[in-house]
């Protein structure tokens, strides 16, 4: 199935969306809850799966297809938006949090893209949403943020987010790169993926890097971002503020004990 062709313009700089122009009947699948606004004539639809199957005559195609999903801790259903007027219509698409959002167009990419599970914004219908199975037990134990990977397939425009700045690496042919699986955004087709145990007793007890790094070779292209979500939510949780109403330290020079000379404690 031929993805459906469509037009976007990106607006923003660290808080950004994507603005999507439909011609009539041309549809783009969304993740839910990532709508922004639409144009009127813009119809809105939650479809099984990610709809690159609706036109198969056999629910299990569908059923499984949607089924991956669960796998990578998304739902069932996606939504999808579709222009049911004659003239060019419009649909916004927000990211999640601060951060990038990298158009991608698959038919240049060889057909297939691999990025982390919660990257996925939107696509032009088509567009199959799935999961990449690495056959290495290693990586799916212990891979962390990096074990389940969506794998996005077609030849049509897919739109994905990653948090704080973005670096883009072209690997040539056994070229290894390692990086924390969290900061991995996506990889094209012919990157080979593993992770690997960092070693050491001092690094894996008080590195504060993590257990587990991934690495990848070439050739291929590999987009990493500089602030995995987990860890800038991770860096807002230890900042919020207590029962009693402070936060952690409040950022004081004294912390601990200007609050106990405070009454606090």
Request: hydrophobic share 45%; glycine share 10%.
């Given at each position: 199935?031929?993805?459906?062709?469509?037009?976007?313009?990106?607006?923003?700089?660290?808080?950004?969306?994507?603005?999507?122009?439909?011609?009539?009947?041309?549809?783009?699948?969304?993740?839910?809850?990532?709508?922004?606004?639409?144009?009127?004539?813009?119809?809105?639809?939650?479809i099984f799966g990610d709809g690159s199957k609706q036109n198969s005559n056999g629910?299990?195609?569908?059923?499984?297809?949607?089924?991956?999903?669960?796998?990578?801790?998304?739902?069932?259903?996606?939504?999808?938006?579709?222009?049911s007027g004659t003239l060019k219509e419009k649909v916004y698409f927000a990211a999640p949090y601060p951060g990038k959002i990298l158009?991608?167009?698959l038919s240049t990419l060889g057909g297939r893209l691999i990025c982390q599970k919660d990257a996925f914004l939107c696509a032009a219908k088509g567009v199959s949403v799935g999961i990449d199975f690495r056959k290495k037990?290693?990586?799916?134990?212990?891979?962390?943020?990096?074990?389940?990977?969506?794998?996005?397939?077609?030849?049509?425009?897919?739109?994905i987010h990653a948090c704080g700045a973005i670096v883009k690496r072209n690997l040539m042919p056994g070229e290894i790169l390692k990086i924390d699986t969290g900061c991995i955004v996506a990889m094209t087709r012919d990157v080979q993926y593993d992770i690997q145990f960092v070693g050491g007793i001092k690094n894996t007890l008080f590195g504060g890097e993590g257990v587990f790094f991934a690495t990848v070779s070439g050739p291929g292209t590999v987009w990493i971002q500089s602030l995995p979500f987990s860890r800038l939510a991770e860096r807002v949780f230890a900042a919020a503020p207590t029962a009693g109403g402070r936060g952690k330290e409040e950022g004081s020079v004294l912390g601990m004990l200007g609050n106990f000379l405070d009454g606090d404690n």
């Open positions: 199935m031929y993805a459906h062709e469509i037009d976007y313009t990106i607006y923003g700089d660290d808080m950004q969306y994507v603005e999507i122009e439909l011609d009539p009947t041309e549809t783009v699948i969304a993740e839910a809850g990532s709508m922004m606004m639409m144009d009127s004539n813009i119809q809105m639809e939650t629910f299990m195609d569908k059923l499984f297809s949607a089924g991956k999903r669960v796998l990578t801790g998304e739902s069932l259903f996606m939504t999808a938006f579709t222009n158009p991608m167009d037990l290693s990586v799916g134990f212990f891979g962390g943020e990096g074990f389940i990977l969506e794998k996005l397939e077609g030849d049509g425009m897919a739109f």
